[in-house]
Protein backbone atom coordinates (compact mmCIF):
# COMPACT_ATOMS: atom_id res chain seq x y z
CA UNK A 1 0.00 0.00 0.00
CA UNK A 2 0.55 3.67 0.02
CA UNK A 3 3.19 4.27 2.82
CA UNK A 4 2.02 6.83 5.48
CA UNK A 5 3.02 9.81 6.12
CA UNK A 6 4.59 10.98 9.43
CA UNK A 7 2.32 13.83 10.07
CA UNK A 8 -0.85 13.33 9.30
CA UNK A 9 -3.67 16.21 8.75
CA UNK A 10 -5.11 15.23 12.36
CA UNK A 11 -1.72 16.53 13.66
CA UNK A 12 -1.31 20.12 12.12
CA UNK A 13 -3.99 22.34 9.88
CA UNK A 14 -2.15 23.27 6.74
CA UNK A 15 -5.19 25.72 6.06
CA UNK A 16 -4.76 27.35 9.03
CA UNK A 17 -1.03 27.69 8.75
CA UNK A 18 -0.90 28.92 5.18
CA UNK A 19 -3.57 31.98 5.85
CA UNK A 20 -1.33 33.15 9.23
CA UNK A 21 2.09 32.64 7.17
CA UNK A 22 0.52 33.29 3.64
CA UNK A 23 1.62 29.70 2.18
CA UNK A 24 -0.56 28.71 -0.80
CA UNK A 25 -0.44 24.68 0.32
CA UNK A 26 -2.71 23.76 -1.98
CA UNK A 27 -0.42 24.67 -5.35
CA UNK A 28 2.66 22.85 -3.66
CA UNK A 29 4.52 20.21 -5.59
CA UNK A 30 3.87 16.37 -4.17
CA UNK A 31 7.94 16.03 -3.66
CA UNK A 32 7.77 19.39 -1.78
CA UNK A 33 4.82 18.12 0.70
CA UNK A 34 5.49 14.75 1.18
CA UNK A 35 9.31 16.27 2.35
CA UNK A 36 7.21 18.60 4.55
CA UNK A 37 5.07 15.80 6.46
CA UNK A 38 8.07 13.52 6.64
CA UNK A 39 10.10 16.02 9.30
CA UNK A 40 12.32 16.90 6.33
CA UNK A 41 12.32 20.21 4.13
CA UNK A 42 10.62 21.67 1.12
CA UNK A 43 12.53 22.91 -1.85
CA UNK A 44 12.30 26.70 -2.53
CA UNK A 45 8.73 28.08 -1.79
CA UNK A 46 7.19 31.35 -2.08
CA UNK A 47 6.01 32.81 1.86
CA UNK A 48 4.00 35.85 1.81
CA UNK A 49 3.85 36.92 5.84
CA UNK A 50 1.50 40.38 6.60
CA UNK A 51 3.86 43.19 8.25
CA UNK A 52 2.05 46.26 9.65
CA UNK A 53 -0.96 45.18 7.14
CA UNK A 54 1.75 44.81 4.12
CA UNK A 55 2.22 41.76 2.29
CA UNK A 56 5.43 40.66 1.47
CA UNK A 57 7.06 38.20 -0.62
CA UNK A 58 9.91 35.63 0.42
CA UNK A 59 11.39 32.72 -0.70
CA UNK A 60 11.82 29.82 2.25
CA UNK A 61 11.57 26.37 2.69
CA UNK A 62 9.77 25.11 5.24
CA UNK A 63 9.53 21.97 7.90
CA UNK A 64 8.22 21.12 10.81
CA UNK A 65 9.70 20.63 14.77
CA UNK A 66 8.52 19.57 17.96
CA UNK A 67 8.87 22.37 20.61
CA UNK A 68 9.56 21.48 24.36
CA UNK A 69 6.05 20.85 24.42
CA UNK A 70 5.81 18.04 21.80
CA UNK A 71 3.64 20.60 19.69
CA UNK A 72 4.36 20.74 15.89
CA UNK A 73 5.82 23.87 15.04
CA UNK A 74 6.10 25.11 11.21
CA UNK A 75 9.72 26.56 10.64
CA UNK A 76 10.62 28.51 7.92
CA UNK A 77 14.66 28.77 6.50
CA UNK A 78 14.77 31.66 5.27
CA UNK A 79 17.26 32.60 2.38
CA UNK A 80 20.75 34.17 3.42
CA UNK A 81 22.92 36.22 1.29
CA UNK A 82 26.03 34.34 2.91
CA UNK A 83 26.78 31.96 5.74
CA UNK A 84 27.59 32.97 8.70
CA UNK A 85 30.82 31.52 9.67
CA UNK A 86 32.66 33.99 11.64
CA UNK A 87 29.82 33.49 14.64
CA UNK A 88 29.61 30.65 16.83
CA UNK A 89 27.50 27.91 16.14
CA UNK A 90 26.12 25.80 18.87
CA UNK A 91 29.45 27.18 20.47
CA UNK A 92 31.75 26.01 18.37
CA UNK A 93 33.77 28.05 16.26
CA UNK A 94 34.83 27.21 12.59
CA UNK A 95 38.52 27.72 11.69
CA UNK A 96 40.24 29.01 8.79
CA UNK A 97 40.48 25.16 7.60
CA UNK A 98 36.80 24.66 8.68
CA UNK A 99 35.56 27.78 6.62
CA UNK A 100 37.29 26.44 3.39
CA UNK A 101 35.81 23.08 3.81
CA UNK A 102 32.25 24.49 4.26
CA UNK A 103 32.20 27.72 1.69
CA UNK A 104 34.37 25.07 -1.25
CA UNK A 105 32.23 21.91 -0.78
CA UNK A 106 29.07 22.39 1.40
CA UNK A 107 30.28 20.19 3.82
CA UNK A 108 32.59 20.55 7.03
CA UNK A 109 34.44 17.97 6.63
CA UNK A 110 35.28 16.51 9.89
CA UNK A 111 32.46 15.61 12.75
CA UNK A 112 31.75 17.83 15.89
CA UNK A 113 30.86 17.02 19.35
CA UNK A 114 27.11 18.67 20.37
CA UNK A 115 25.26 17.58 23.07
CA UNK A 116 22.09 15.38 23.12
CA UNK A 117 18.87 17.59 23.52
CA UNK A 118 17.24 15.08 25.98
CA UNK A 119 20.46 13.34 27.74
CA UNK A 120 22.97 16.24 27.58
CA UNK A 121 25.40 13.46 26.39
CA UNK A 122 27.73 14.54 23.90
CA UNK A 123 27.79 12.62 20.35
CA UNK A 124 29.15 12.97 16.86
CA UNK A 125 27.46 15.75 13.99
CA UNK A 126 28.32 16.33 10.56
CA UNK A 127 27.54 19.50 9.57
CA UNK A 128 26.71 21.33 5.86
CA UNK A 129 25.54 24.35 4.62
CA UNK A 130 22.29 24.06 3.47
CA UNK A 131 23.08 25.41 -0.60
CA UNK A 132 19.40 26.55 -1.40
CA UNK A 133 19.08 28.88 2.00
CA UNK A 134 23.21 29.43 3.08
CA UNK A 135 21.76 27.85 6.57
CA UNK A 136 24.46 26.11 8.67
CA UNK A 137 22.64 22.56 9.63
CA UNK A 138 23.79 19.35 11.50
CA UNK A 139 22.52 15.98 11.93
CA UNK A 140 23.89 13.36 14.54
CA UNK A 141 26.33 10.70 12.36
CA UNK A 142 23.90 7.99 14.09
CA UNK A 143 21.12 9.13 12.21
CA UNK A 144 23.17 8.87 8.81
CA UNK A 145 23.14 5.54 6.44
CA UNK A 146 25.97 4.86 4.00
CA UNK A 147 24.46 2.09 1.66
CA UNK A 148 26.42 -0.68 0.79
CA UNK A 149 26.99 0.34 -3.05
CA UNK A 150 26.14 3.60 -5.28
CA UNK A 151 24.46 2.55 -8.60
CA UNK A 152 26.77 -0.85 -9.17
CA UNK A 153 29.91 0.15 -7.31
CA UNK A 154 30.37 -1.50 -3.71
CA UNK A 155 31.27 1.07 -0.89
CA UNK A 156 34.14 -1.28 1.14
CA UNK A 157 34.28 -0.63 5.14
CA UNK A 158 37.09 1.81 5.03
CA UNK A 159 34.86 3.49 2.40
CA UNK A 160 32.16 4.24 5.13
CA UNK A 161 35.06 4.47 8.19
CA UNK A 162 36.06 7.38 6.05
CA UNK A 163 32.87 8.97 4.82
CA UNK A 164 31.72 8.58 8.35
CA UNK A 165 34.54 10.10 9.64
CA UNK A 166 33.24 13.89 7.61
CA UNK A 167 36.11 13.55 5.09
CA UNK A 168 35.56 13.82 0.95
CA UNK A 169 36.19 10.31 -0.86
CA UNK A 170 37.61 10.54 -4.27
CA UNK A 171 35.85 7.52 -5.89
CA UNK A 172 35.18 5.90 -9.69
CA UNK A 173 30.78 4.96 -9.66
CA UNK A 174 29.15 2.82 -12.55
CA UNK A 175 25.59 3.94 -12.61
CA UNK A 176 23.68 1.41 -13.38
CA UNK A 177 23.16 2.01 -17.04
CA UNK A 178 27.42 1.39 -17.29
CA UNK A 179 28.26 4.71 -17.10
CA UNK A 180 31.62 5.68 -15.30
CA UNK A 181 32.85 9.06 -13.24
CA UNK A 182 34.91 9.81 -9.89
CA UNK A 183 32.90 12.05 -8.08
CA UNK A 184 33.95 13.13 -4.68
CA UNK A 185 31.28 11.57 -1.85
CA UNK A 186 30.85 12.73 1.02
CA UNK A 187 27.87 12.91 3.45
CA UNK A 188 25.74 15.87 3.16
CA UNK A 189 23.27 17.03 5.96
CA UNK A 190 20.14 17.25 3.83
CA UNK A 191 21.03 14.75 1.83
CA UNK A 192 21.17 13.17 5.25
CA UNK A 193 23.27 10.62 3.42
CA UNK A 194 25.99 10.39 1.11
CA UNK A 195 26.41 12.78 -2.20
CA UNK A 196 28.26 13.95 -5.43
CA UNK A 197 29.66 16.86 -4.19
CA UNK A 198 28.72 19.37 -6.78
CA UNK A 199 31.31 20.51 -9.27
CA UNK A 200 33.48 17.41 -8.45
CA UNK A 201 32.43 15.22 -11.09
CA UNK A 202 34.54 13.70 -13.86
CA UNK A 203 33.29 11.65 -16.13
CA UNK A 204 34.75 8.76 -17.32
CA UNK A 205 35.53 9.02 -21.41
CA UNK A 206 34.52 5.21 -22.12
CA UNK A 207 36.99 2.32 -20.96
CA UNK A 208 39.26 2.34 -23.38
CA UNK A 209 40.57 6.01 -22.82
CA UNK A 210 44.32 6.40 -22.82
CA UNK A 211 46.01 9.19 -20.53
CA UNK A 212 46.66 11.68 -22.87
CA UNK A 213 43.03 12.20 -23.58
CA UNK A 214 42.41 11.96 -19.60
CA UNK A 215 44.24 14.83 -19.44
CA UNK A 216 42.41 16.86 -21.96
CA UNK A 217 39.27 15.91 -21.32
CA UNK A 218 39.90 16.98 -17.54
CA UNK A 219 41.03 20.03 -18.60
CA UNK A 220 38.30 20.64 -20.84
CA UNK A 221 36.09 19.73 -17.69
CA UNK A 222 38.02 22.28 -15.67
CA UNK A 223 37.80 24.89 -18.13
CA UNK A 224 33.77 24.27 -18.09
CA UNK A 225 33.65 24.77 -14.60
CA UNK A 226 35.54 27.60 -14.40
CA UNK A 227 33.00 28.86 -17.39
CA UNK A 228 29.89 27.73 -15.69
CA UNK A 229 31.08 29.05 -12.24
CA UNK A 230 31.17 32.75 -10.80
CA UNK A 231 27.78 33.87 -10.34
CA UNK A 232 25.90 30.81 -11.10
CA UNK A 233 24.97 29.10 -7.58
CA UNK A 234 25.39 24.82 -8.62
CA UNK A 235 22.17 22.50 -8.57
CA UNK A 236 22.62 19.84 -5.80
CA UNK A 237 23.16 16.52 -7.95
CA UNK A 238 22.13 14.29 -5.44
CA UNK A 239 18.19 15.84 -5.91
CA UNK A 240 18.08 14.53 -9.73
CA UNK A 241 19.23 11.07 -8.60
CA UNK A 242 17.36 7.93 -7.49
CA UNK A 243 19.45 6.44 -4.40
CA UNK A 244 20.67 3.86 -6.51
CA UNK A 245 22.09 6.22 -9.09
CA UNK A 246 19.71 5.99 -11.53
CA UNK A 247 18.05 9.21 -13.12
CA UNK A 248 15.32 11.28 -10.57
CA UNK A 249 11.86 11.20 -12.76
CA UNK A 250 10.60 14.40 -13.43
CA UNK A 251 6.84 15.52 -12.83
CA UNK A 252 7.02 19.37 -14.48
CA UNK A 253 9.94 21.38 -15.69
CA UNK A 254 9.73 25.08 -16.29
CA UNK A 255 6.19 24.64 -14.26
CA UNK A 256 4.49 22.56 -17.52
CA UNK A 257 3.39 18.71 -16.73
CA UNK A 258 5.57 15.87 -18.59
CA UNK A 259 3.38 13.61 -20.27
CA UNK A 260 3.98 9.97 -19.43
CA UNK A 261 6.24 9.18 -22.66
CA UNK A 262 8.29 12.61 -22.11
CA UNK A 263 8.72 11.12 -18.74
CA UNK A 264 9.70 7.57 -19.42
CA UNK A 265 12.50 9.15 -22.35
CA UNK A 266 13.73 11.47 -19.60
CA UNK A 267 14.49 8.78 -17.18
CA UNK A 268 16.54 6.83 -20.09
CA UNK A 269 18.63 9.67 -20.71
CA UNK A 270 16.77 10.49 -23.92
CA UNK A 271 16.26 14.17 -25.21
CA UNK A 272 12.51 15.17 -24.73
CA UNK A 273 11.27 18.64 -26.37
CA UNK A 274 9.07 20.91 -24.22
CA UNK A 275 7.23 23.36 -26.04
CA UNK A 276 5.64 27.06 -25.40
CA UNK A 277 8.01 27.52 -22.77
CA UNK A 278 7.81 31.20 -21.87
CA UNK A 279 10.67 33.35 -21.77
CA UNK A 280 11.69 34.57 -18.32
CA UNK A 281 11.43 38.41 -19.58
CA UNK A 282 7.24 37.32 -20.19
CA UNK A 283 7.80 37.84 -23.89
CA UNK A 284 7.05 35.15 -26.50
CA UNK A 285 7.61 31.31 -26.10
CA UNK A 286 10.25 29.09 -27.34
CA UNK A 287 10.61 25.11 -27.83
CA UNK A 288 13.05 23.73 -25.27
CA UNK A 289 15.02 20.71 -25.43
CA UNK A 290 15.60 18.91 -22.07
CA UNK A 291 18.28 15.77 -21.41
CA UNK A 292 20.46 14.34 -17.70
CA UNK A 293 23.52 16.06 -18.27
CA UNK A 294 25.82 13.07 -17.11
CA UNK A 295 28.63 15.60 -16.59
CA UNK A 296 26.72 17.89 -14.21
CA UNK A 297 24.24 15.36 -12.93
CA UNK A 298 21.37 17.08 -13.36
CA UNK A 299 18.65 18.17 -16.36
CA UNK A 300 20.16 20.79 -18.90
CA UNK A 301 17.84 22.57 -21.35
CA UNK A 302 19.05 23.77 -24.73
CA UNK A 303 17.78 25.84 -27.73
CA UNK A 304 18.32 23.61 -30.08
CA UNK A 305 17.95 19.35 -30.28
CA UNK A 306 21.39 18.31 -28.65
CA UNK A 307 21.44 14.92 -30.38
CA UNK A 308 21.05 16.72 -33.83
CA UNK A 309 24.25 18.61 -33.35
CA UNK A 310 26.11 16.29 -31.54
CA UNK A 311 29.37 17.50 -32.96
CA UNK A 312 28.65 20.57 -31.13
CA UNK A 313 26.57 19.44 -28.91
CA UNK A 314 26.89 21.90 -26.11
CA UNK A 315 27.39 24.85 -28.16
CA UNK A 316 24.31 27.48 -29.19
CA UNK A 317 24.27 28.48 -32.34
CA UNK A 318 25.30 32.10 -32.94
CA UNK A 319 21.77 33.10 -33.77
CA UNK A 320 20.47 31.09 -31.06
CA UNK A 321 22.77 32.67 -28.44
CA UNK A 322 21.49 36.20 -29.28
CA UNK A 323 17.75 35.27 -28.64
CA UNK A 324 18.38 33.35 -25.82
CA UNK A 325 20.77 36.47 -24.75
CA UNK A 326 18.12 39.39 -25.68
CA UNK A 327 14.51 37.61 -25.27
CA UNK A 328 15.37 35.37 -21.75
CA UNK A 329 17.98 36.92 -19.91
CA UNK A 330 16.96 40.77 -20.62
CA UNK A 331 20.71 41.13 -22.19
CA UNK A 332 20.77 43.89 -25.38
CA UNK A 333 22.68 42.90 -28.57
CA UNK A 334 24.52 45.31 -30.72
CA UNK A 335 22.39 44.83 -34.21
CA UNK A 336 19.00 44.92 -32.53
CA UNK A 337 19.28 46.07 -29.14
CA UNK A 338 16.64 49.59 -29.97
CA UNK A 339 13.88 47.19 -31.17
CA UNK A 340 11.05 46.95 -29.05
CA UNK A 341 9.60 43.26 -29.32
CA UNK A 342 11.18 40.01 -28.52
CA UNK A 343 13.48 37.94 -31.30
CA UNK A 344 12.17 35.22 -33.50
CA UNK A 345 14.53 32.42 -33.85
CA UNK A 346 17.42 32.79 -35.44
CA UNK A 347 17.10 36.71 -35.25
CA UNK A 348 20.35 38.66 -34.83
CA UNK A 349 19.51 41.33 -37.16
CA UNK A 350 16.47 43.87 -36.82
CA UNK A 351 13.91 41.73 -39.44
CA UNK A 352 11.66 44.26 -41.16
CA UNK A 353 12.23 48.46 -42.02
CA UNK A 354 10.05 49.26 -38.68
CA UNK A 355 12.77 47.20 -36.24
CA UNK A 356 15.28 48.75 -38.97
CA UNK A 357 13.69 51.91 -38.14
CA UNK A 358 13.65 51.50 -34.20
CA UNK A 359 17.63 50.24 -34.43
CA UNK A 360 20.62 52.71 -34.67
CA UNK A 361 22.25 49.68 -36.35
CA UNK A 362 26.08 49.59 -34.23
CA UNK A 363 28.79 46.96 -34.33
CA UNK A 364 27.92 43.81 -33.03
CA UNK A 365 29.66 42.91 -30.18
CA UNK A 366 30.06 38.70 -29.70
CA UNK A 367 27.86 37.65 -26.64
CA UNK A 368 29.22 34.97 -24.34
CA UNK A 369 27.62 31.00 -23.99
CA UNK A 370 23.95 30.91 -22.94
CA UNK A 371 23.73 29.28 -20.10
CA UNK A 372 21.79 26.20 -19.17
CA UNK A 373 17.71 27.13 -17.82
CA UNK A 374 17.62 25.78 -14.07
CA UNK A 375 14.42 25.10 -12.78
Not at 154 to 168: A, C, E, N, Q
Not at 204 to 222: S, V
Not at 241 to 251: K, P, Q, V
Request: glycine share 8%.
Amino acid sequence: GVKQNLISGNDVNLQELGAKYGIDFNSMNEKDMKALLNYGKTGLVIVKPTFGGEQIEIQARLSFRKDDNDQLQLVPHFVRNEPKLDVAYKGYTFTPEDKKNLLQNGNLGKVVDFPDKNTGELRPHFISIDRLTNEIVDIPTNKVRIPDTIGKTPITKDDKRVLYSGIPLRKEIELANGRKFTPLLQVNVEQRGVEFVPGSTRQAQGQKQNGDKKQTADKQEQKAEGDAGGQKKQQDPNHWLNEDGTIRRLNTYFKKELTEQQKDDYVAGKTIEIKEVPNKNGSGTYTAYVKFDFDKMQPRSYRNNPDLKQAKEQIPTNENKVQVAVNEQGKTHEATKHTKEPLSPGQSAPKNEKQQKEQNAEEQKPKRKARSVKM
